[in-house]
């Protein structure tokens, strides 16, 4: 590791592994808090937000290998497209064109930075977010907000009887033991049936024809009569609105006349 | 001269070439990394699309020894080789004297070379791969740089004698000659239908100064993803059996980098990249696979499946 360029290549790696040191702090550290919040909210112990943080150091790990090499410099910088590789693939070559190359990596690493690989975006996007859900932990401890006392929650859900209590099958013996006319000792069979989810529906048709054995004579009933004995009219005042002055009264007396 | 310089001097070469050649630029490239590479080139095209004048223009550019073979069914090993005679001394002893066959040159184009004998065609096989020719006891090495181009017509195959497999894989490339663009056509009409002018070339490059960039050439470097990239290709065509009955041999792979890096070092890149093997995989293997009924029947040629196989 004597060469310029392994030592550039070196330093490049363990500034490689910084940057994503540093990303991958800031990450746990939304994930932890944002849980942080929600288990408040919840009234769930704080350092159970301790599990989602550790599951994603360990999906950031696996993700972030990638940043680590060589082919993710090259593509946050295009000038050492191929080339950085080529040189970290040959530094055991002393060959005259092998010196050249290392060379023109050297000058385009130089002219490489750090703020490559940060994206500024990114970065002021987390640290709102921190700061957003800082507060809101603060304010939510200061006026105790809880949206849900899970404890209390499980525990009701827990002495509900109903679910307890409820069991289909049960339900479903009674029912057939309950039925007297059932011949079957195995139970009714359509309810077999329908356990597995099938239907069969049958029509009898002499339900539909006429019986002639359960024929009676007809019964004599008296009907009442719907026509009102008495029939009165009245005028309506639109009738007058829409006459004219002069006709008002022969309309009037012909309705009278019909009326009696 | 300088790794700096190389690239000047390709693009020097290219522009002396396309005083002389009207389009073709792949297939100048082509026959420069062959030239890059000490490796033999196999030139397939229609007649009358300036396959020799190429080969004798690139000699002159690089002031190389040029011969030409013009191969026939009745050309004997002996005529390509060369062979003793007798010659008269001072003294009037006569003396048996090694008379040299147009292979000791430089570049030589042997022309439609599977009209040939299979004899004939082993005896220049040979000198190609050996780099020396044998006669009785004695052994002759052949000049460096020695760079053989063959050419054969992709029509008329009557009477003539395919290259066997085994033979072909000895050229490195198997270059492709197209037809003109219309334009480029036009240029030509232009340039030699009317007045022929005397076209003065500069040598651009000594003998010295190719046999350095040949060595050159194998020092390019090349990352180790690539590298396994290249035979990546190579080994998929001996797996690719729904269309290729016979795939290449791991020579091929050896001739795909060494051509990449050449391909490189000709574009002024100190490196290999991606690009130089996908362009070069073509004329490094169109000739090193068999293809089966099934590509047929698909209407595929080599070059369709060729592509099927890179990334």
């Known amino acids: ?260 | 001269m300088k790794i700096e310089e190389t690239k000047r001097a390709f693009e020097r070469i290219m522009h002396e070439l396309n005083k002389v050649i009207v389009g073709q630029e792949e297939v100048l490239k082509q026959m420069i990394v062959s030239l890059l590479t000490n490796s033999h080139s196999i030139l397939e095209g229609y007649p009358g699309l300036a396959k020799t004048l190429s080969v004798k223009t690139m000699s002159d550019l690089m002031d190389l020894k040029f011969s030409r073979i013009q191969n026939t069914p009745d050309l004997m090993p002996s005529d390509i080789t060369g062979t003793y005679i007798i010659e008269e001394t001072g003294s009037g002893k006569r003396n048996f004297k090694f008379q040299p066959g147009p292979i000791f040159a430089n570049i030589v184009l042997a022309d439609e070379i599977n009209r040939a004998t299979p004899k004939t065609q082993s005896a220049l096989l040979e000198a190609m791969q050996e780099r020396q020719v044998t006669l009785g006891t004695s052994t002759y090495k052949l000049e460096e740089p020695f760079f053989v181009l063959a050419t054969q017509n992709p029509i008329e195959q009557e009477g003539t004698y395919p290259l066997p497999e085994a033979q072909s894989d000895r050229f490195l490339l198997k270059i492709k000659t197209p037809y003109p663009e219309f334009k480029e056509e036009v240029e030509i009409v232009n340039k030699y239908a009317e007045e022929v002018k005397k076209i003065n070339l500069k040598p651009i490059l000594k003998k010295d100064n190719l046999v350095y960039l040949q060595g050159i050439t194998r020092q390019v470097p090349i990352a180790n993803d690539l590298k396994k990239y290249a035979v990546q290709i190579v080994t998929n065509t001996r797996k690719k059996k729904d269309l290729i009955e016979y795939g290449a041999s791991p020579r091929a792979s050896i001739g795909l980098v060494l051509a990449a890096k050449a391909r490189a070092l000709m574009e002024g890149r100190k490196y290999v990249s991606k690009t130089d093997i996908n362009t070069m995989a073509y004329p490094v293997l169109r000739h090193r696979i068999i293809l089966n009924f099934e590509a047929e029947r698909q209407n595929m040629d080599e070059d369709a499946v060729i592509k099927t196989l890179l990334k």
Do not use: C
């Not at chain 1, 363990?14 to 991958?24: D, H, K, P, S, V």
């Not at chain 1, 006319?181 to 024809?209: R, V």
């Open chain 1, 1 to 260: 590791m004597s060469k310029p360029i392994a030592k550039a290549l070196g330093e490049l790696k363990r500034a490689l592994i910084e940057i994503n040191a540093l990303t991958w702090i800031l990450d746990t550290l939304v994930v932890f808090l944002v849980f942080e919040l929600i288990f408040f909210l919840l009234t769930l112990p704080w350092y159970y937000a301790f599990v989602p943080a550790g599951i994603y150091v360990l999906f950031h790990a696996y993700r972030g290998r990638k940043n680590l090499t060589y082919h993710y410099v090259e593509e946050k910088v295009p000038e050492l497209k191929e080339q950085l590789i080529t040189a970290a693939d040959n530094l055991d070559k002393e060959y005259e064109i092998v010196e050249s190359l290392n060379k023109d990596v050297l000058k385009n690493m130089k002219k490489t930075m750090t703020s490559y690989f940060f994206s500024f975006g990114k970065l002021t996007r987390e640290l709102l977010l921190l700061f957003v859900v800082s507060f809101l932990i603060i304010g939510a401890s200061a006026y105790n907000v809880r949206f849900l006392d899970t404890h209390e929650a499980i525990e009701e859900i827990k002495n509900y009887k109903a679910f307890q209590d409820y069991d289909v099958n049960e339900v479903l013996l009674e029912y057939e033991e309950g039925d007297p006319t059932a011949d079957d000792i195995y139970g009714e069979k359509s309810i077999a049936e329908l356990g597995n989810e099938q239907l069969m529906l049958e029509l009898n048709p002499i339900l539909s024809d006429a019986d002639i054995s359960k024929t009676k004579e007809p019964e004599h009933r008296k009907f009442r009569s719907t026509v009102p004995t008495e029939i009165a009219a009245s005028t309506d005042a639109s009738y007058e609105e829409s006459i004219p002055k002069g006709y008002q009264k022969i309309v009037k007396s012909y309705f009278r006349e019909i009326t009696k």
